[in-house]
C-alpha cells in the first residue's frame, strides 16, 4: 500500500494561485495513477483532477478545467495541483489519491489509498 502525505493548503484571496503537494511512500509510485479530490462542507466528496502512472494521460474536472493543473514527478513520488485564478467555490478539503485502476474509475471517487487532506480557503 503506498502512504500519502498532502501539504500547501491554506487562506488566499479569489484570483490568487496555490499548489498543493503530495509525497508518497511505500509501493512503486509509478505504478499508480493519482489524483485530487475536495470535499466543501456539507457537500460529497468530488472529483478534482487525475493523472495516469506515466503522466500521458489527463482529466479534470469542468470547474477546474483551465485554472488547475496537475502533474506529477515520479522520481520524486510527487504529484502536484497548480491552482491558479482561485475562487470561493474552490474552498474545500483537498485530498491526494493513488490508484492502480484506469483514470476513468477514480474520477467516480475511487481510490486505493488516501492523503489525509488539506484545506484551502478562498476568500472573495
Known amino acids: 500500500q503506498v502512504q500519502l502525505v498532502v501539504s500547501g493548503g491554506g487562506l488566499v484571496q479569489a484570483g490568487c494561485s496555490l499548489r498543493l503537494s503530495c509525497a508518497a511512500s511505500?509501493?512503486?509510485?509509478?505504478?499508480?495513477?493519482m489524483g485530487w479530490f475536495r470535499q466543501a462542507p456539507g457537500k460529497e466528496r468530488e472529483f478534482v483532477a487525475v493523472i495516469s502512472w506515466s503522466g500521458d494521460s489527463l482529466a479534470y474536472a469542468d470547474s477546474v478545467k483551465g485554472r488547475f493543473t496537475i502533474s506529477r514527478d515520479n522520481a520524486e513520488n510527487t504529484v502536484y495541483l497548480q491552482m491558479n485564478s482561485l475562487k470561493p467555490e474552490d474552498t474545500a478539503v483537498y485530498y491526494c489519491?493513488?490508484?492502480?485502476?484506469?483514470?476513468?474509475?477514480?474520477?467516480?471517487?475511487?481510490?486505493?489509498?488516501w492523503g489525509q487532506g488539506t484545506l484551502v480557503t478562498v476568500s472573495s
Open positions: 489519491a493513488a490508484s492502480q485502476q484506469k483514470i476513468a474509475t477514480m474520477m467516480g471517487v475511487s481510490a486505493d489509498a
Open positions: 511505500g509501493r512503486t509510485f509509478s505504478y499508480y495513477a
